[in-house]
Each structure stands twice: as structure tokens, then as C-alpha cells.
């Protein structure tokens, strides 16, 4: 089972800085087989990343993905108001597809 | 466009059934994997269960193997999750999810959701 780690738990920073957040697996993630998730407060999950470092569709590009392996990053250029949220990571190589337990972009 | 909308969510017993509904428009149902995904109040998402494209290979969570069942009407591209022996701790928001992404088991689309509240 891949288990992923995410960090910080909690990271608060301010309009218009950047976000770096990271997601650690136990095991390689082969193929890059790595999404990241957003979710805001009410509403549900939203793909923004696939394949480690593929934008979904109608992401801004502001939002990029990196890593490979075991190590990934979730970077957000520059925030806005509405990026302010939940982001989660999973990986989709084989079950148990298991989830990152979130990091927590507040604003400070 | 591609929608979700789960329903059967509701207050119930622990030890009792209930069983959850996805209904699905906007794409062809039977040629795409989906899944149960659930987030428990305060917690992160938890995969709960999957059932691959072909309706052949279904996988579960360690939390819910051999109380939870997942399956799928074609003729009414309708997903379902049928929850048996319900404990407290299934208490969730319950999504059902398309795994879009070509030949992978990867998420593109979610529902909005459907709320279990396991309590006596």
C-alpha cells in the first residue's frame, strides 16, 4: 500500500504569494500516477493536477505540478482569494488508491 | 455536461443498512471506472470503494471490506453502494467519482455529495 504524507498541515500566507505544497509517498508512485485535489469549504473536490504535473482542464496556470517518484509539489504561483482551501494528493497506480490527509492553505 | 448526483444518504442505526445512489448524465457510463469516496467530519478524504470500467473488478477500503459493496446499473448508468453493518465511524459525507482520465483509474468528476449519519 502507497501511503501519502502531505505538509505543512496548515500553511498561511497572504494574497498574491506563493504556495508551496508537498506530498511524500512510501513507495514510488509509478508512471507519475499522482493527482492533486482541491476542495473548498462546501463544495466538493475539483482535479487540478493529473499525471504529477498535468493541469485538468479550466485550471488556471497558476496552479503547476511537479515531481516524480516518491516526491511531489503542488505550487501556486500566485494566490487569489478563491485558492484559499483544502488540496489533497492521491495516487491512482493500483488499490488501495489512498489520499494525502490535506494541507490547509488559510489565509493570514 | 457530465453530472453526478448522489442521493439515499440519511440518519441510521449502527448495525442497520442503507444504501447509496449516484446518478450519472453526460457521458457514456458503462465505459468509465468510478468511485466512492468519502470525508469524514473534520477528517480528509478516504478512498471507499471502486468498480473498473469493464464491471468486473471491484476494490475496497480496509475500513469497509466485507460490510460495503459497490455495483452499477448500466441500463440506468446508475452507481450504487450498498452499506451493511454500519458503525459510527461510517459517518461521512458519501461522493461518488468518475475515474476520467484515459486508461487510468484517475478522478475527473465528482458529485456534490450525499450525508450518512450513523447514530443511535
Known amino acids: 500500500e502507497i501511503v501519502l504524507a502531505q505538509s505543512p498541515g496548515t500553511l498561511s500566507l497572504s494574497p498574491g504569494e506563493r504556495a508551496t505544497l508537498s506530498c511524500r509517498a512510501s513507495?514510488?508512485?509509478?508512471?507519475?500516477?499522482l493527482a492533486w485535489y482541491q476542495q473548498r469549504l462546501g463544495q466538493a473536490p475539483r482535479l487540478l493536477i493529473y499525471g504529477a504535473s498535468i493541469r485538468a482542464t479550466g485550471i488556471p496556470d497558476r496552479f503547476s505540478g511537479s515531481g516524480s517518484g516518491t516526491d511531489f509539489t503542488l505550487t501556486i504561483s500566485r494566490l487569489e482569494p478563491e485558492d484559499f482551501a483544502v488540496y489533497f494528493c492521491?495516487?491512482?497506480?493500483?488499490?488501495?488508491?489512498?489520499f494525502g490527509q490535506g494541507t490547509k492553505l488559510e489565509i493570514k | 455536461q457530465v453530472q453526478l448526483v448522489e442521493s439515499g444518504g440519511g440518519v441510521v442505526q449502527p448495525g442497520r443498512s442503507l444504501r447509496l445512489s449516484c446518478k450519472t448524465s453526460g457521458f457514456t457510463f458503462r465505459d468509465y471506472g468510478m468511485y466512492w469516496v468519502r470525508r469524514a467530519p473534520g477528517k480528509g478524504l478516504e478512498w471507499v470503494a471502486i468498480i473498473h470500467f469493464e464491471g468486473k473488478n471491484m476494490y475496497y477500503g480496509d475500513a469497509v471490506k466485507g460490510r460495503f459493496t459497490i455495483s452499477r446499473d448500466i441500463s440506468k448508468s446508475t452507481l450504487y453502494l450498498q452499506m451493511d453493518r454500519l458503525r459510527a465511524d461510517d459517518t461521512a459525507l458519501y461522493y461518488c467519482?468518475?475515474?476520467?482520465?484515459?486508461?487510468?483509474?484517475?478522478?475527473?468528476?465528482w458529485g456534490q455529495g450525499t450525508l450518512v449519519t450513523v447514530s443511535s
Open positions: 467519482a468518475r475515474a476520467g482520465i484515459p486508461g487510468t483509474a484517475c478522478i475527473d468528476y
Open positions: 492521491q495516487h491512482y497506480v493500483s488499490a488501495p488508491y489512498t
Open positions: 513507495q514510488s508512485v509509478r508512471s507519475n500516477y
